[in-house]
């Protein structure tokens, strides 16, 4: 059974930051998945945001939130997070963690295999 959570969502100010954390259950190891983020605007696709590679050592950002957020994981804790700087009321929307097996530089939705619930940011102007 694998298990992804998402918290840390809000509301905050253009210009505030948030941070957002996944907590993930696995039935192999953590380090052993590529960890995502991606975001859904109401009445837009799925999009991605941002991923930590497999085994760690490397992340890739949307060029979109580029400089202003910053992925991080804790293999020993099981944990993915999205430090978001510098909000703009465009980065409003759900964001999803997510898991994928795949090496390399996966961002496409169908390359990852497990996703959490969601959970609400909300940038007021």
């Known amino acids: 059974q694998v298990q992804l959570v998402e918290s840390g969502g809000g509301l905050v100010r253009a210009g505030d930051s948030l941070r957002v954390s996944c907590a993930a259950a696995?039935?192999?190891?953590?380090?052993?998945?590529?960890m995502g983020w991606f975001r859904q605007a109401p009445g837009k696709e799925r999009e991605f945001v941002a991923a930590?590679?497999?085994?760690?050592?490397?992340?890739y950002y949307a060029d979109s939130v580029k400089g202003r957020f910053t992925i991080s994981r804790d293999n020993a804790k099981n944990t993915a997070s999205l430090q978001m700087n510098s909000l703009k009321p465009e980065d409003t929307a759900v964001y999803y963690c997510?898991?994928?097996?795949?090496?390399?530089?996966?961002?496409?939705?169908?390359?990852?295999?497990?996703w959490g619930q969601g959970t609400q940011v909300t940038v007021s102007s």
């Open positions: 997510a898991a994928s097996p795949r090496w390399g530089y996966p961002k496409l939705l169908e390359e990852f295999d497990y």
């Open positions: 696995f039935g192999r190891t953590f380090s052993t998945y590529a």
């Open positions: 930590f590679g497999r085994s760690g050592g490397f992340t």
